[in-house]
C-alpha cells in the first residue's frame, strides 16, 4: 500500500484519469472528492462489500428447496 500525506486542498492523479482532492479534515474525519470519468465506479468500501456479497449470493448454486418445486411443477403440468 502507498501511504502519502496530503494536505486541505492538494491532490492525487491516478493514471491520468482520476484525482483525488483532500476538500477538509475536520477532526478524525476527512472529506476527499474524487474526479473520475463517468464509467469508472466509486463506491464506499462497505458498500463495495455489500454489492459483491449480493452478487456472490444471486450467483450461489439454486437451494434443494428448487428442486422440490420444480418437481412440484412437472406434476402439476402432467395433470
Known amino acids: 500500500m502507498l501511504v502519502l500525506s496530503r494536505k486541505k486542498g492538494e491532490s492525487i492523479v491516478i493514471q491520468d484519469q482520476i484525482e483525488v482532492t ?3 479534515v475536520e477532526g478524525e474525519t476527512v472529506r476527499v472528492g474524487i474526479s473520475a470519468p463517468g464509467d469508472i465506479d466509486i463506491f464506499r468500501k462497505e458498500i463495495y462489500l455489500s454489492i459483491k456479497e ?6 450461489a448454486p439454486a437451494p434443494e428447496g428448487l428442486g422440490v ?3 412440484h411443477m ?6
Open 22 to 24: 483532500i476538500l477538509a
Open 54 to 59: 449480493s452478487n456472490l449470493e444471486s450467483a
Open 69 to 71: 418445486l420444480m418437481k
Open 74 to 79: 412437472k406434476e402439476i403440468k402432467k395433470n
